[in-house]
């Protein structure tokens, strides 16, 4: 459908589940070369590339630390001297905490703040200058619902996302005249793991504020971020594109 994506080197973070695998697939499948990291789930990454080599297609999985700017630029510095260029960088990883703010420690607001916004600090400082270099690029920030409807639970979280958002819309003024993209993908609920640990009574209520009327899967998520990727979306930068079923409205 995108044919534009055929060739491109794609670089996704946390792609052995959840969000992260659906966008590895997705891209993958419209015959990208996708390179994607995970921290813990070595089985489960290897279990996606060998699935999406042995279907023909091009995936390679790495273990990095996405807080480690040290990791992060080793990585993208072998995939340079693979490849020249990144056309495509999805920072998907993320830490998803929840606690009242009292009960939020030091340390889950570190890991919070390092996994999300410092893990695409780093990826969006190494990679962009090869961006520029090659006046070109596509970086997407996965983000979520609660940076921009804030919700109770959240606060590590909310923050951390919501300097996410803001850091985008200022790489997408600052780089703009290179050619590059930066917009932000924005989930509500998303039926993966997490939904696992929401009491039906959270579902139920989340559902009956959702003009849709269900909760979002993976491919949603990842339809979006092809979209945004693509050459479709070449006018659209700076954006922050809420995939929540309307719920951002009630
Ligand atoms: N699920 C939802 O409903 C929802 C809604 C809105 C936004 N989001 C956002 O969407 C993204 C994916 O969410 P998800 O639910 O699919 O998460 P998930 O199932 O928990 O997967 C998280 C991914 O991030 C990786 N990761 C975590 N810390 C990392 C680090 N320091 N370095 C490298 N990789 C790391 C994990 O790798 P390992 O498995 O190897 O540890 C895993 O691949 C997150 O940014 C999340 O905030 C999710």
């Not at 789930?41 to 996405?66: N, T, Y």
């Not at 510095?77 to 703010?101: H, K, Q």
Request: proline letters at 2%; charged letters at 20%.
């Amino acid at each position: 459908m995108y044919t534009d994506l055929q060739g491109k080197v794609v670089v996704v973070t946390g792609g052995s589940k959840g969000i992260g695998r659906g966008l590895v697939e997705a891209f993958a499948k419209a015959g990208s070369k996708v390179y994607f990291t995970y921290l813990s789930s070595e089985a489960q990454a290897k279990q996606i590339e060998d699935q999406l080599l042995s279907e023909g297609w091009f995936a390679r999985a790495a273990q990095v630390d996405g807080s480690s700017l040290e990791h992060v630029r080793a990585y993208i510095n072998e995939i340079i001297a693979a490849e020249e260029s990144i056309d495509v960088l999805i920072n998907n990883a993320g830490f998803i905490p929840r606690g009242l703010f009292l009960t939020t420690t030091d340390s889950i607001m570190d890991k919070t703040m390092d996994t999300n916004f410092k893990g695409v600090y780093n990826y969006c400082s190494v990679a962009l200058k090869y961006m520029v270099l090659k006046k070109q690029g596509v970086i997407l920030n996965m983000t979520t619902l609660s940076s921009y409807l804030p919700a109770k639970g959240q606060s590590a979280y909310s923050a951390s996302k919501a300097a996410i958002e803001s850091l985008s819309k200022v790489l997408a003024i600052e780089y703009g005249k290179y050619n590059i993209r930066v917009n932000t993908v924005a989930p509500g609920l998303i039926e993966t793991e997490i939904v696992k640990s929401i009491s039906d009574q959270v579902k139920s209520d989340i559902l009956s504020k959702t003009p849709l009327n269900r909760l979002g899967n993976v491919e949603d998520v990842s339809n979006a971020a092809l979209f945004l990727a693509s050459d479709q979306a070449k006018y659209i930068t700076g954006v922050q594109l809420l995939i929540t079923g309307g719920k951002h409205l009630c």
